[in-house]
């Protein structure tokens, strides 16, 4: 844990300000269509709490293994230390919105598959499970780069183990977001917000996933 703590800090701490920025303008014009303001969501391995701070919603939950996660968590935002493949503090069928960015790489396919079926758990009949995740398919040749990566995932395989532990595909775009903050697009917010707009643009740059799946 403490070397992961060390790598986090390594790669993130430089950015931590326009990461904030970065998710504020992509909750407010992309992922807040997805959730209703009443809803009840939970931000699974919720790191700097980015996506938790940014989104509206009646209760936010971030959820991560690390207690640093409790120096991010704004106020609103409630914290759960705990990892992903047992999260007995949360009640059956009680979250309406489940969200991960850049997580399942993290895990080995046993844990992936642990935490699907939590996560499943979790929300409630129709609930949706939100996912940002790199897409090896596209992003090969740097999907290494980061020395915590165990399992290479694309559009298709994540696809796969959520139709078989109970979950619908409603969306994918396998092209959505370029794969790192060090790309130079993502340094920019005006640019971002352009990006945002234009999915040809999206096509031709993008290297993560993005996946919207509903509880059956």
Known sequence: ???????????????????????????????????PKNAIVLDV??????????????????????????????????????????????????????????????????????????????????????ILQPNIRYCYKDYWMFFDHITPLDDRSLSEVLEVNGFKIMECKPKFLPYTTKSKLLKSIFLLKIYLMMPIIQRIMGKQAFIYAKKI
């Open 45 to 130: 391995a919720a790191g700097y709490c980015e996506f938790a701070n940014s989104i509206k919603a009646k209760k936010k939950i971030a959820l991560d293994l690390n207690s640093d996660v409790k120096k991010f968590a704004n106020n609103d935002v409630e914290v759960i230390l705990s990892s992903s493949t047992n999260m007995n503090q949360i009640k059956n069928e009680t979250i309406d919105i489940a969200f991960t960015s850049n997580f399942f790489e993290h895990l080995d396919k046993d844990n992936i598959l642990k935490t699907i079926n939590e996560l499943h758990r979790v929300l409630k009949k129709d609930g949706k499970f939100l």
């Open 1 to 35: 844990m403490k070397d992961l703590e060390k790598i986090y800090k390594r790669r993130f701490s430089k950015d931590i300000d326009f990461r904030k920025k970065m998710y504020k303008l992509l909750c407010s014009n992309f992922f807040q269509k997805y959730i």
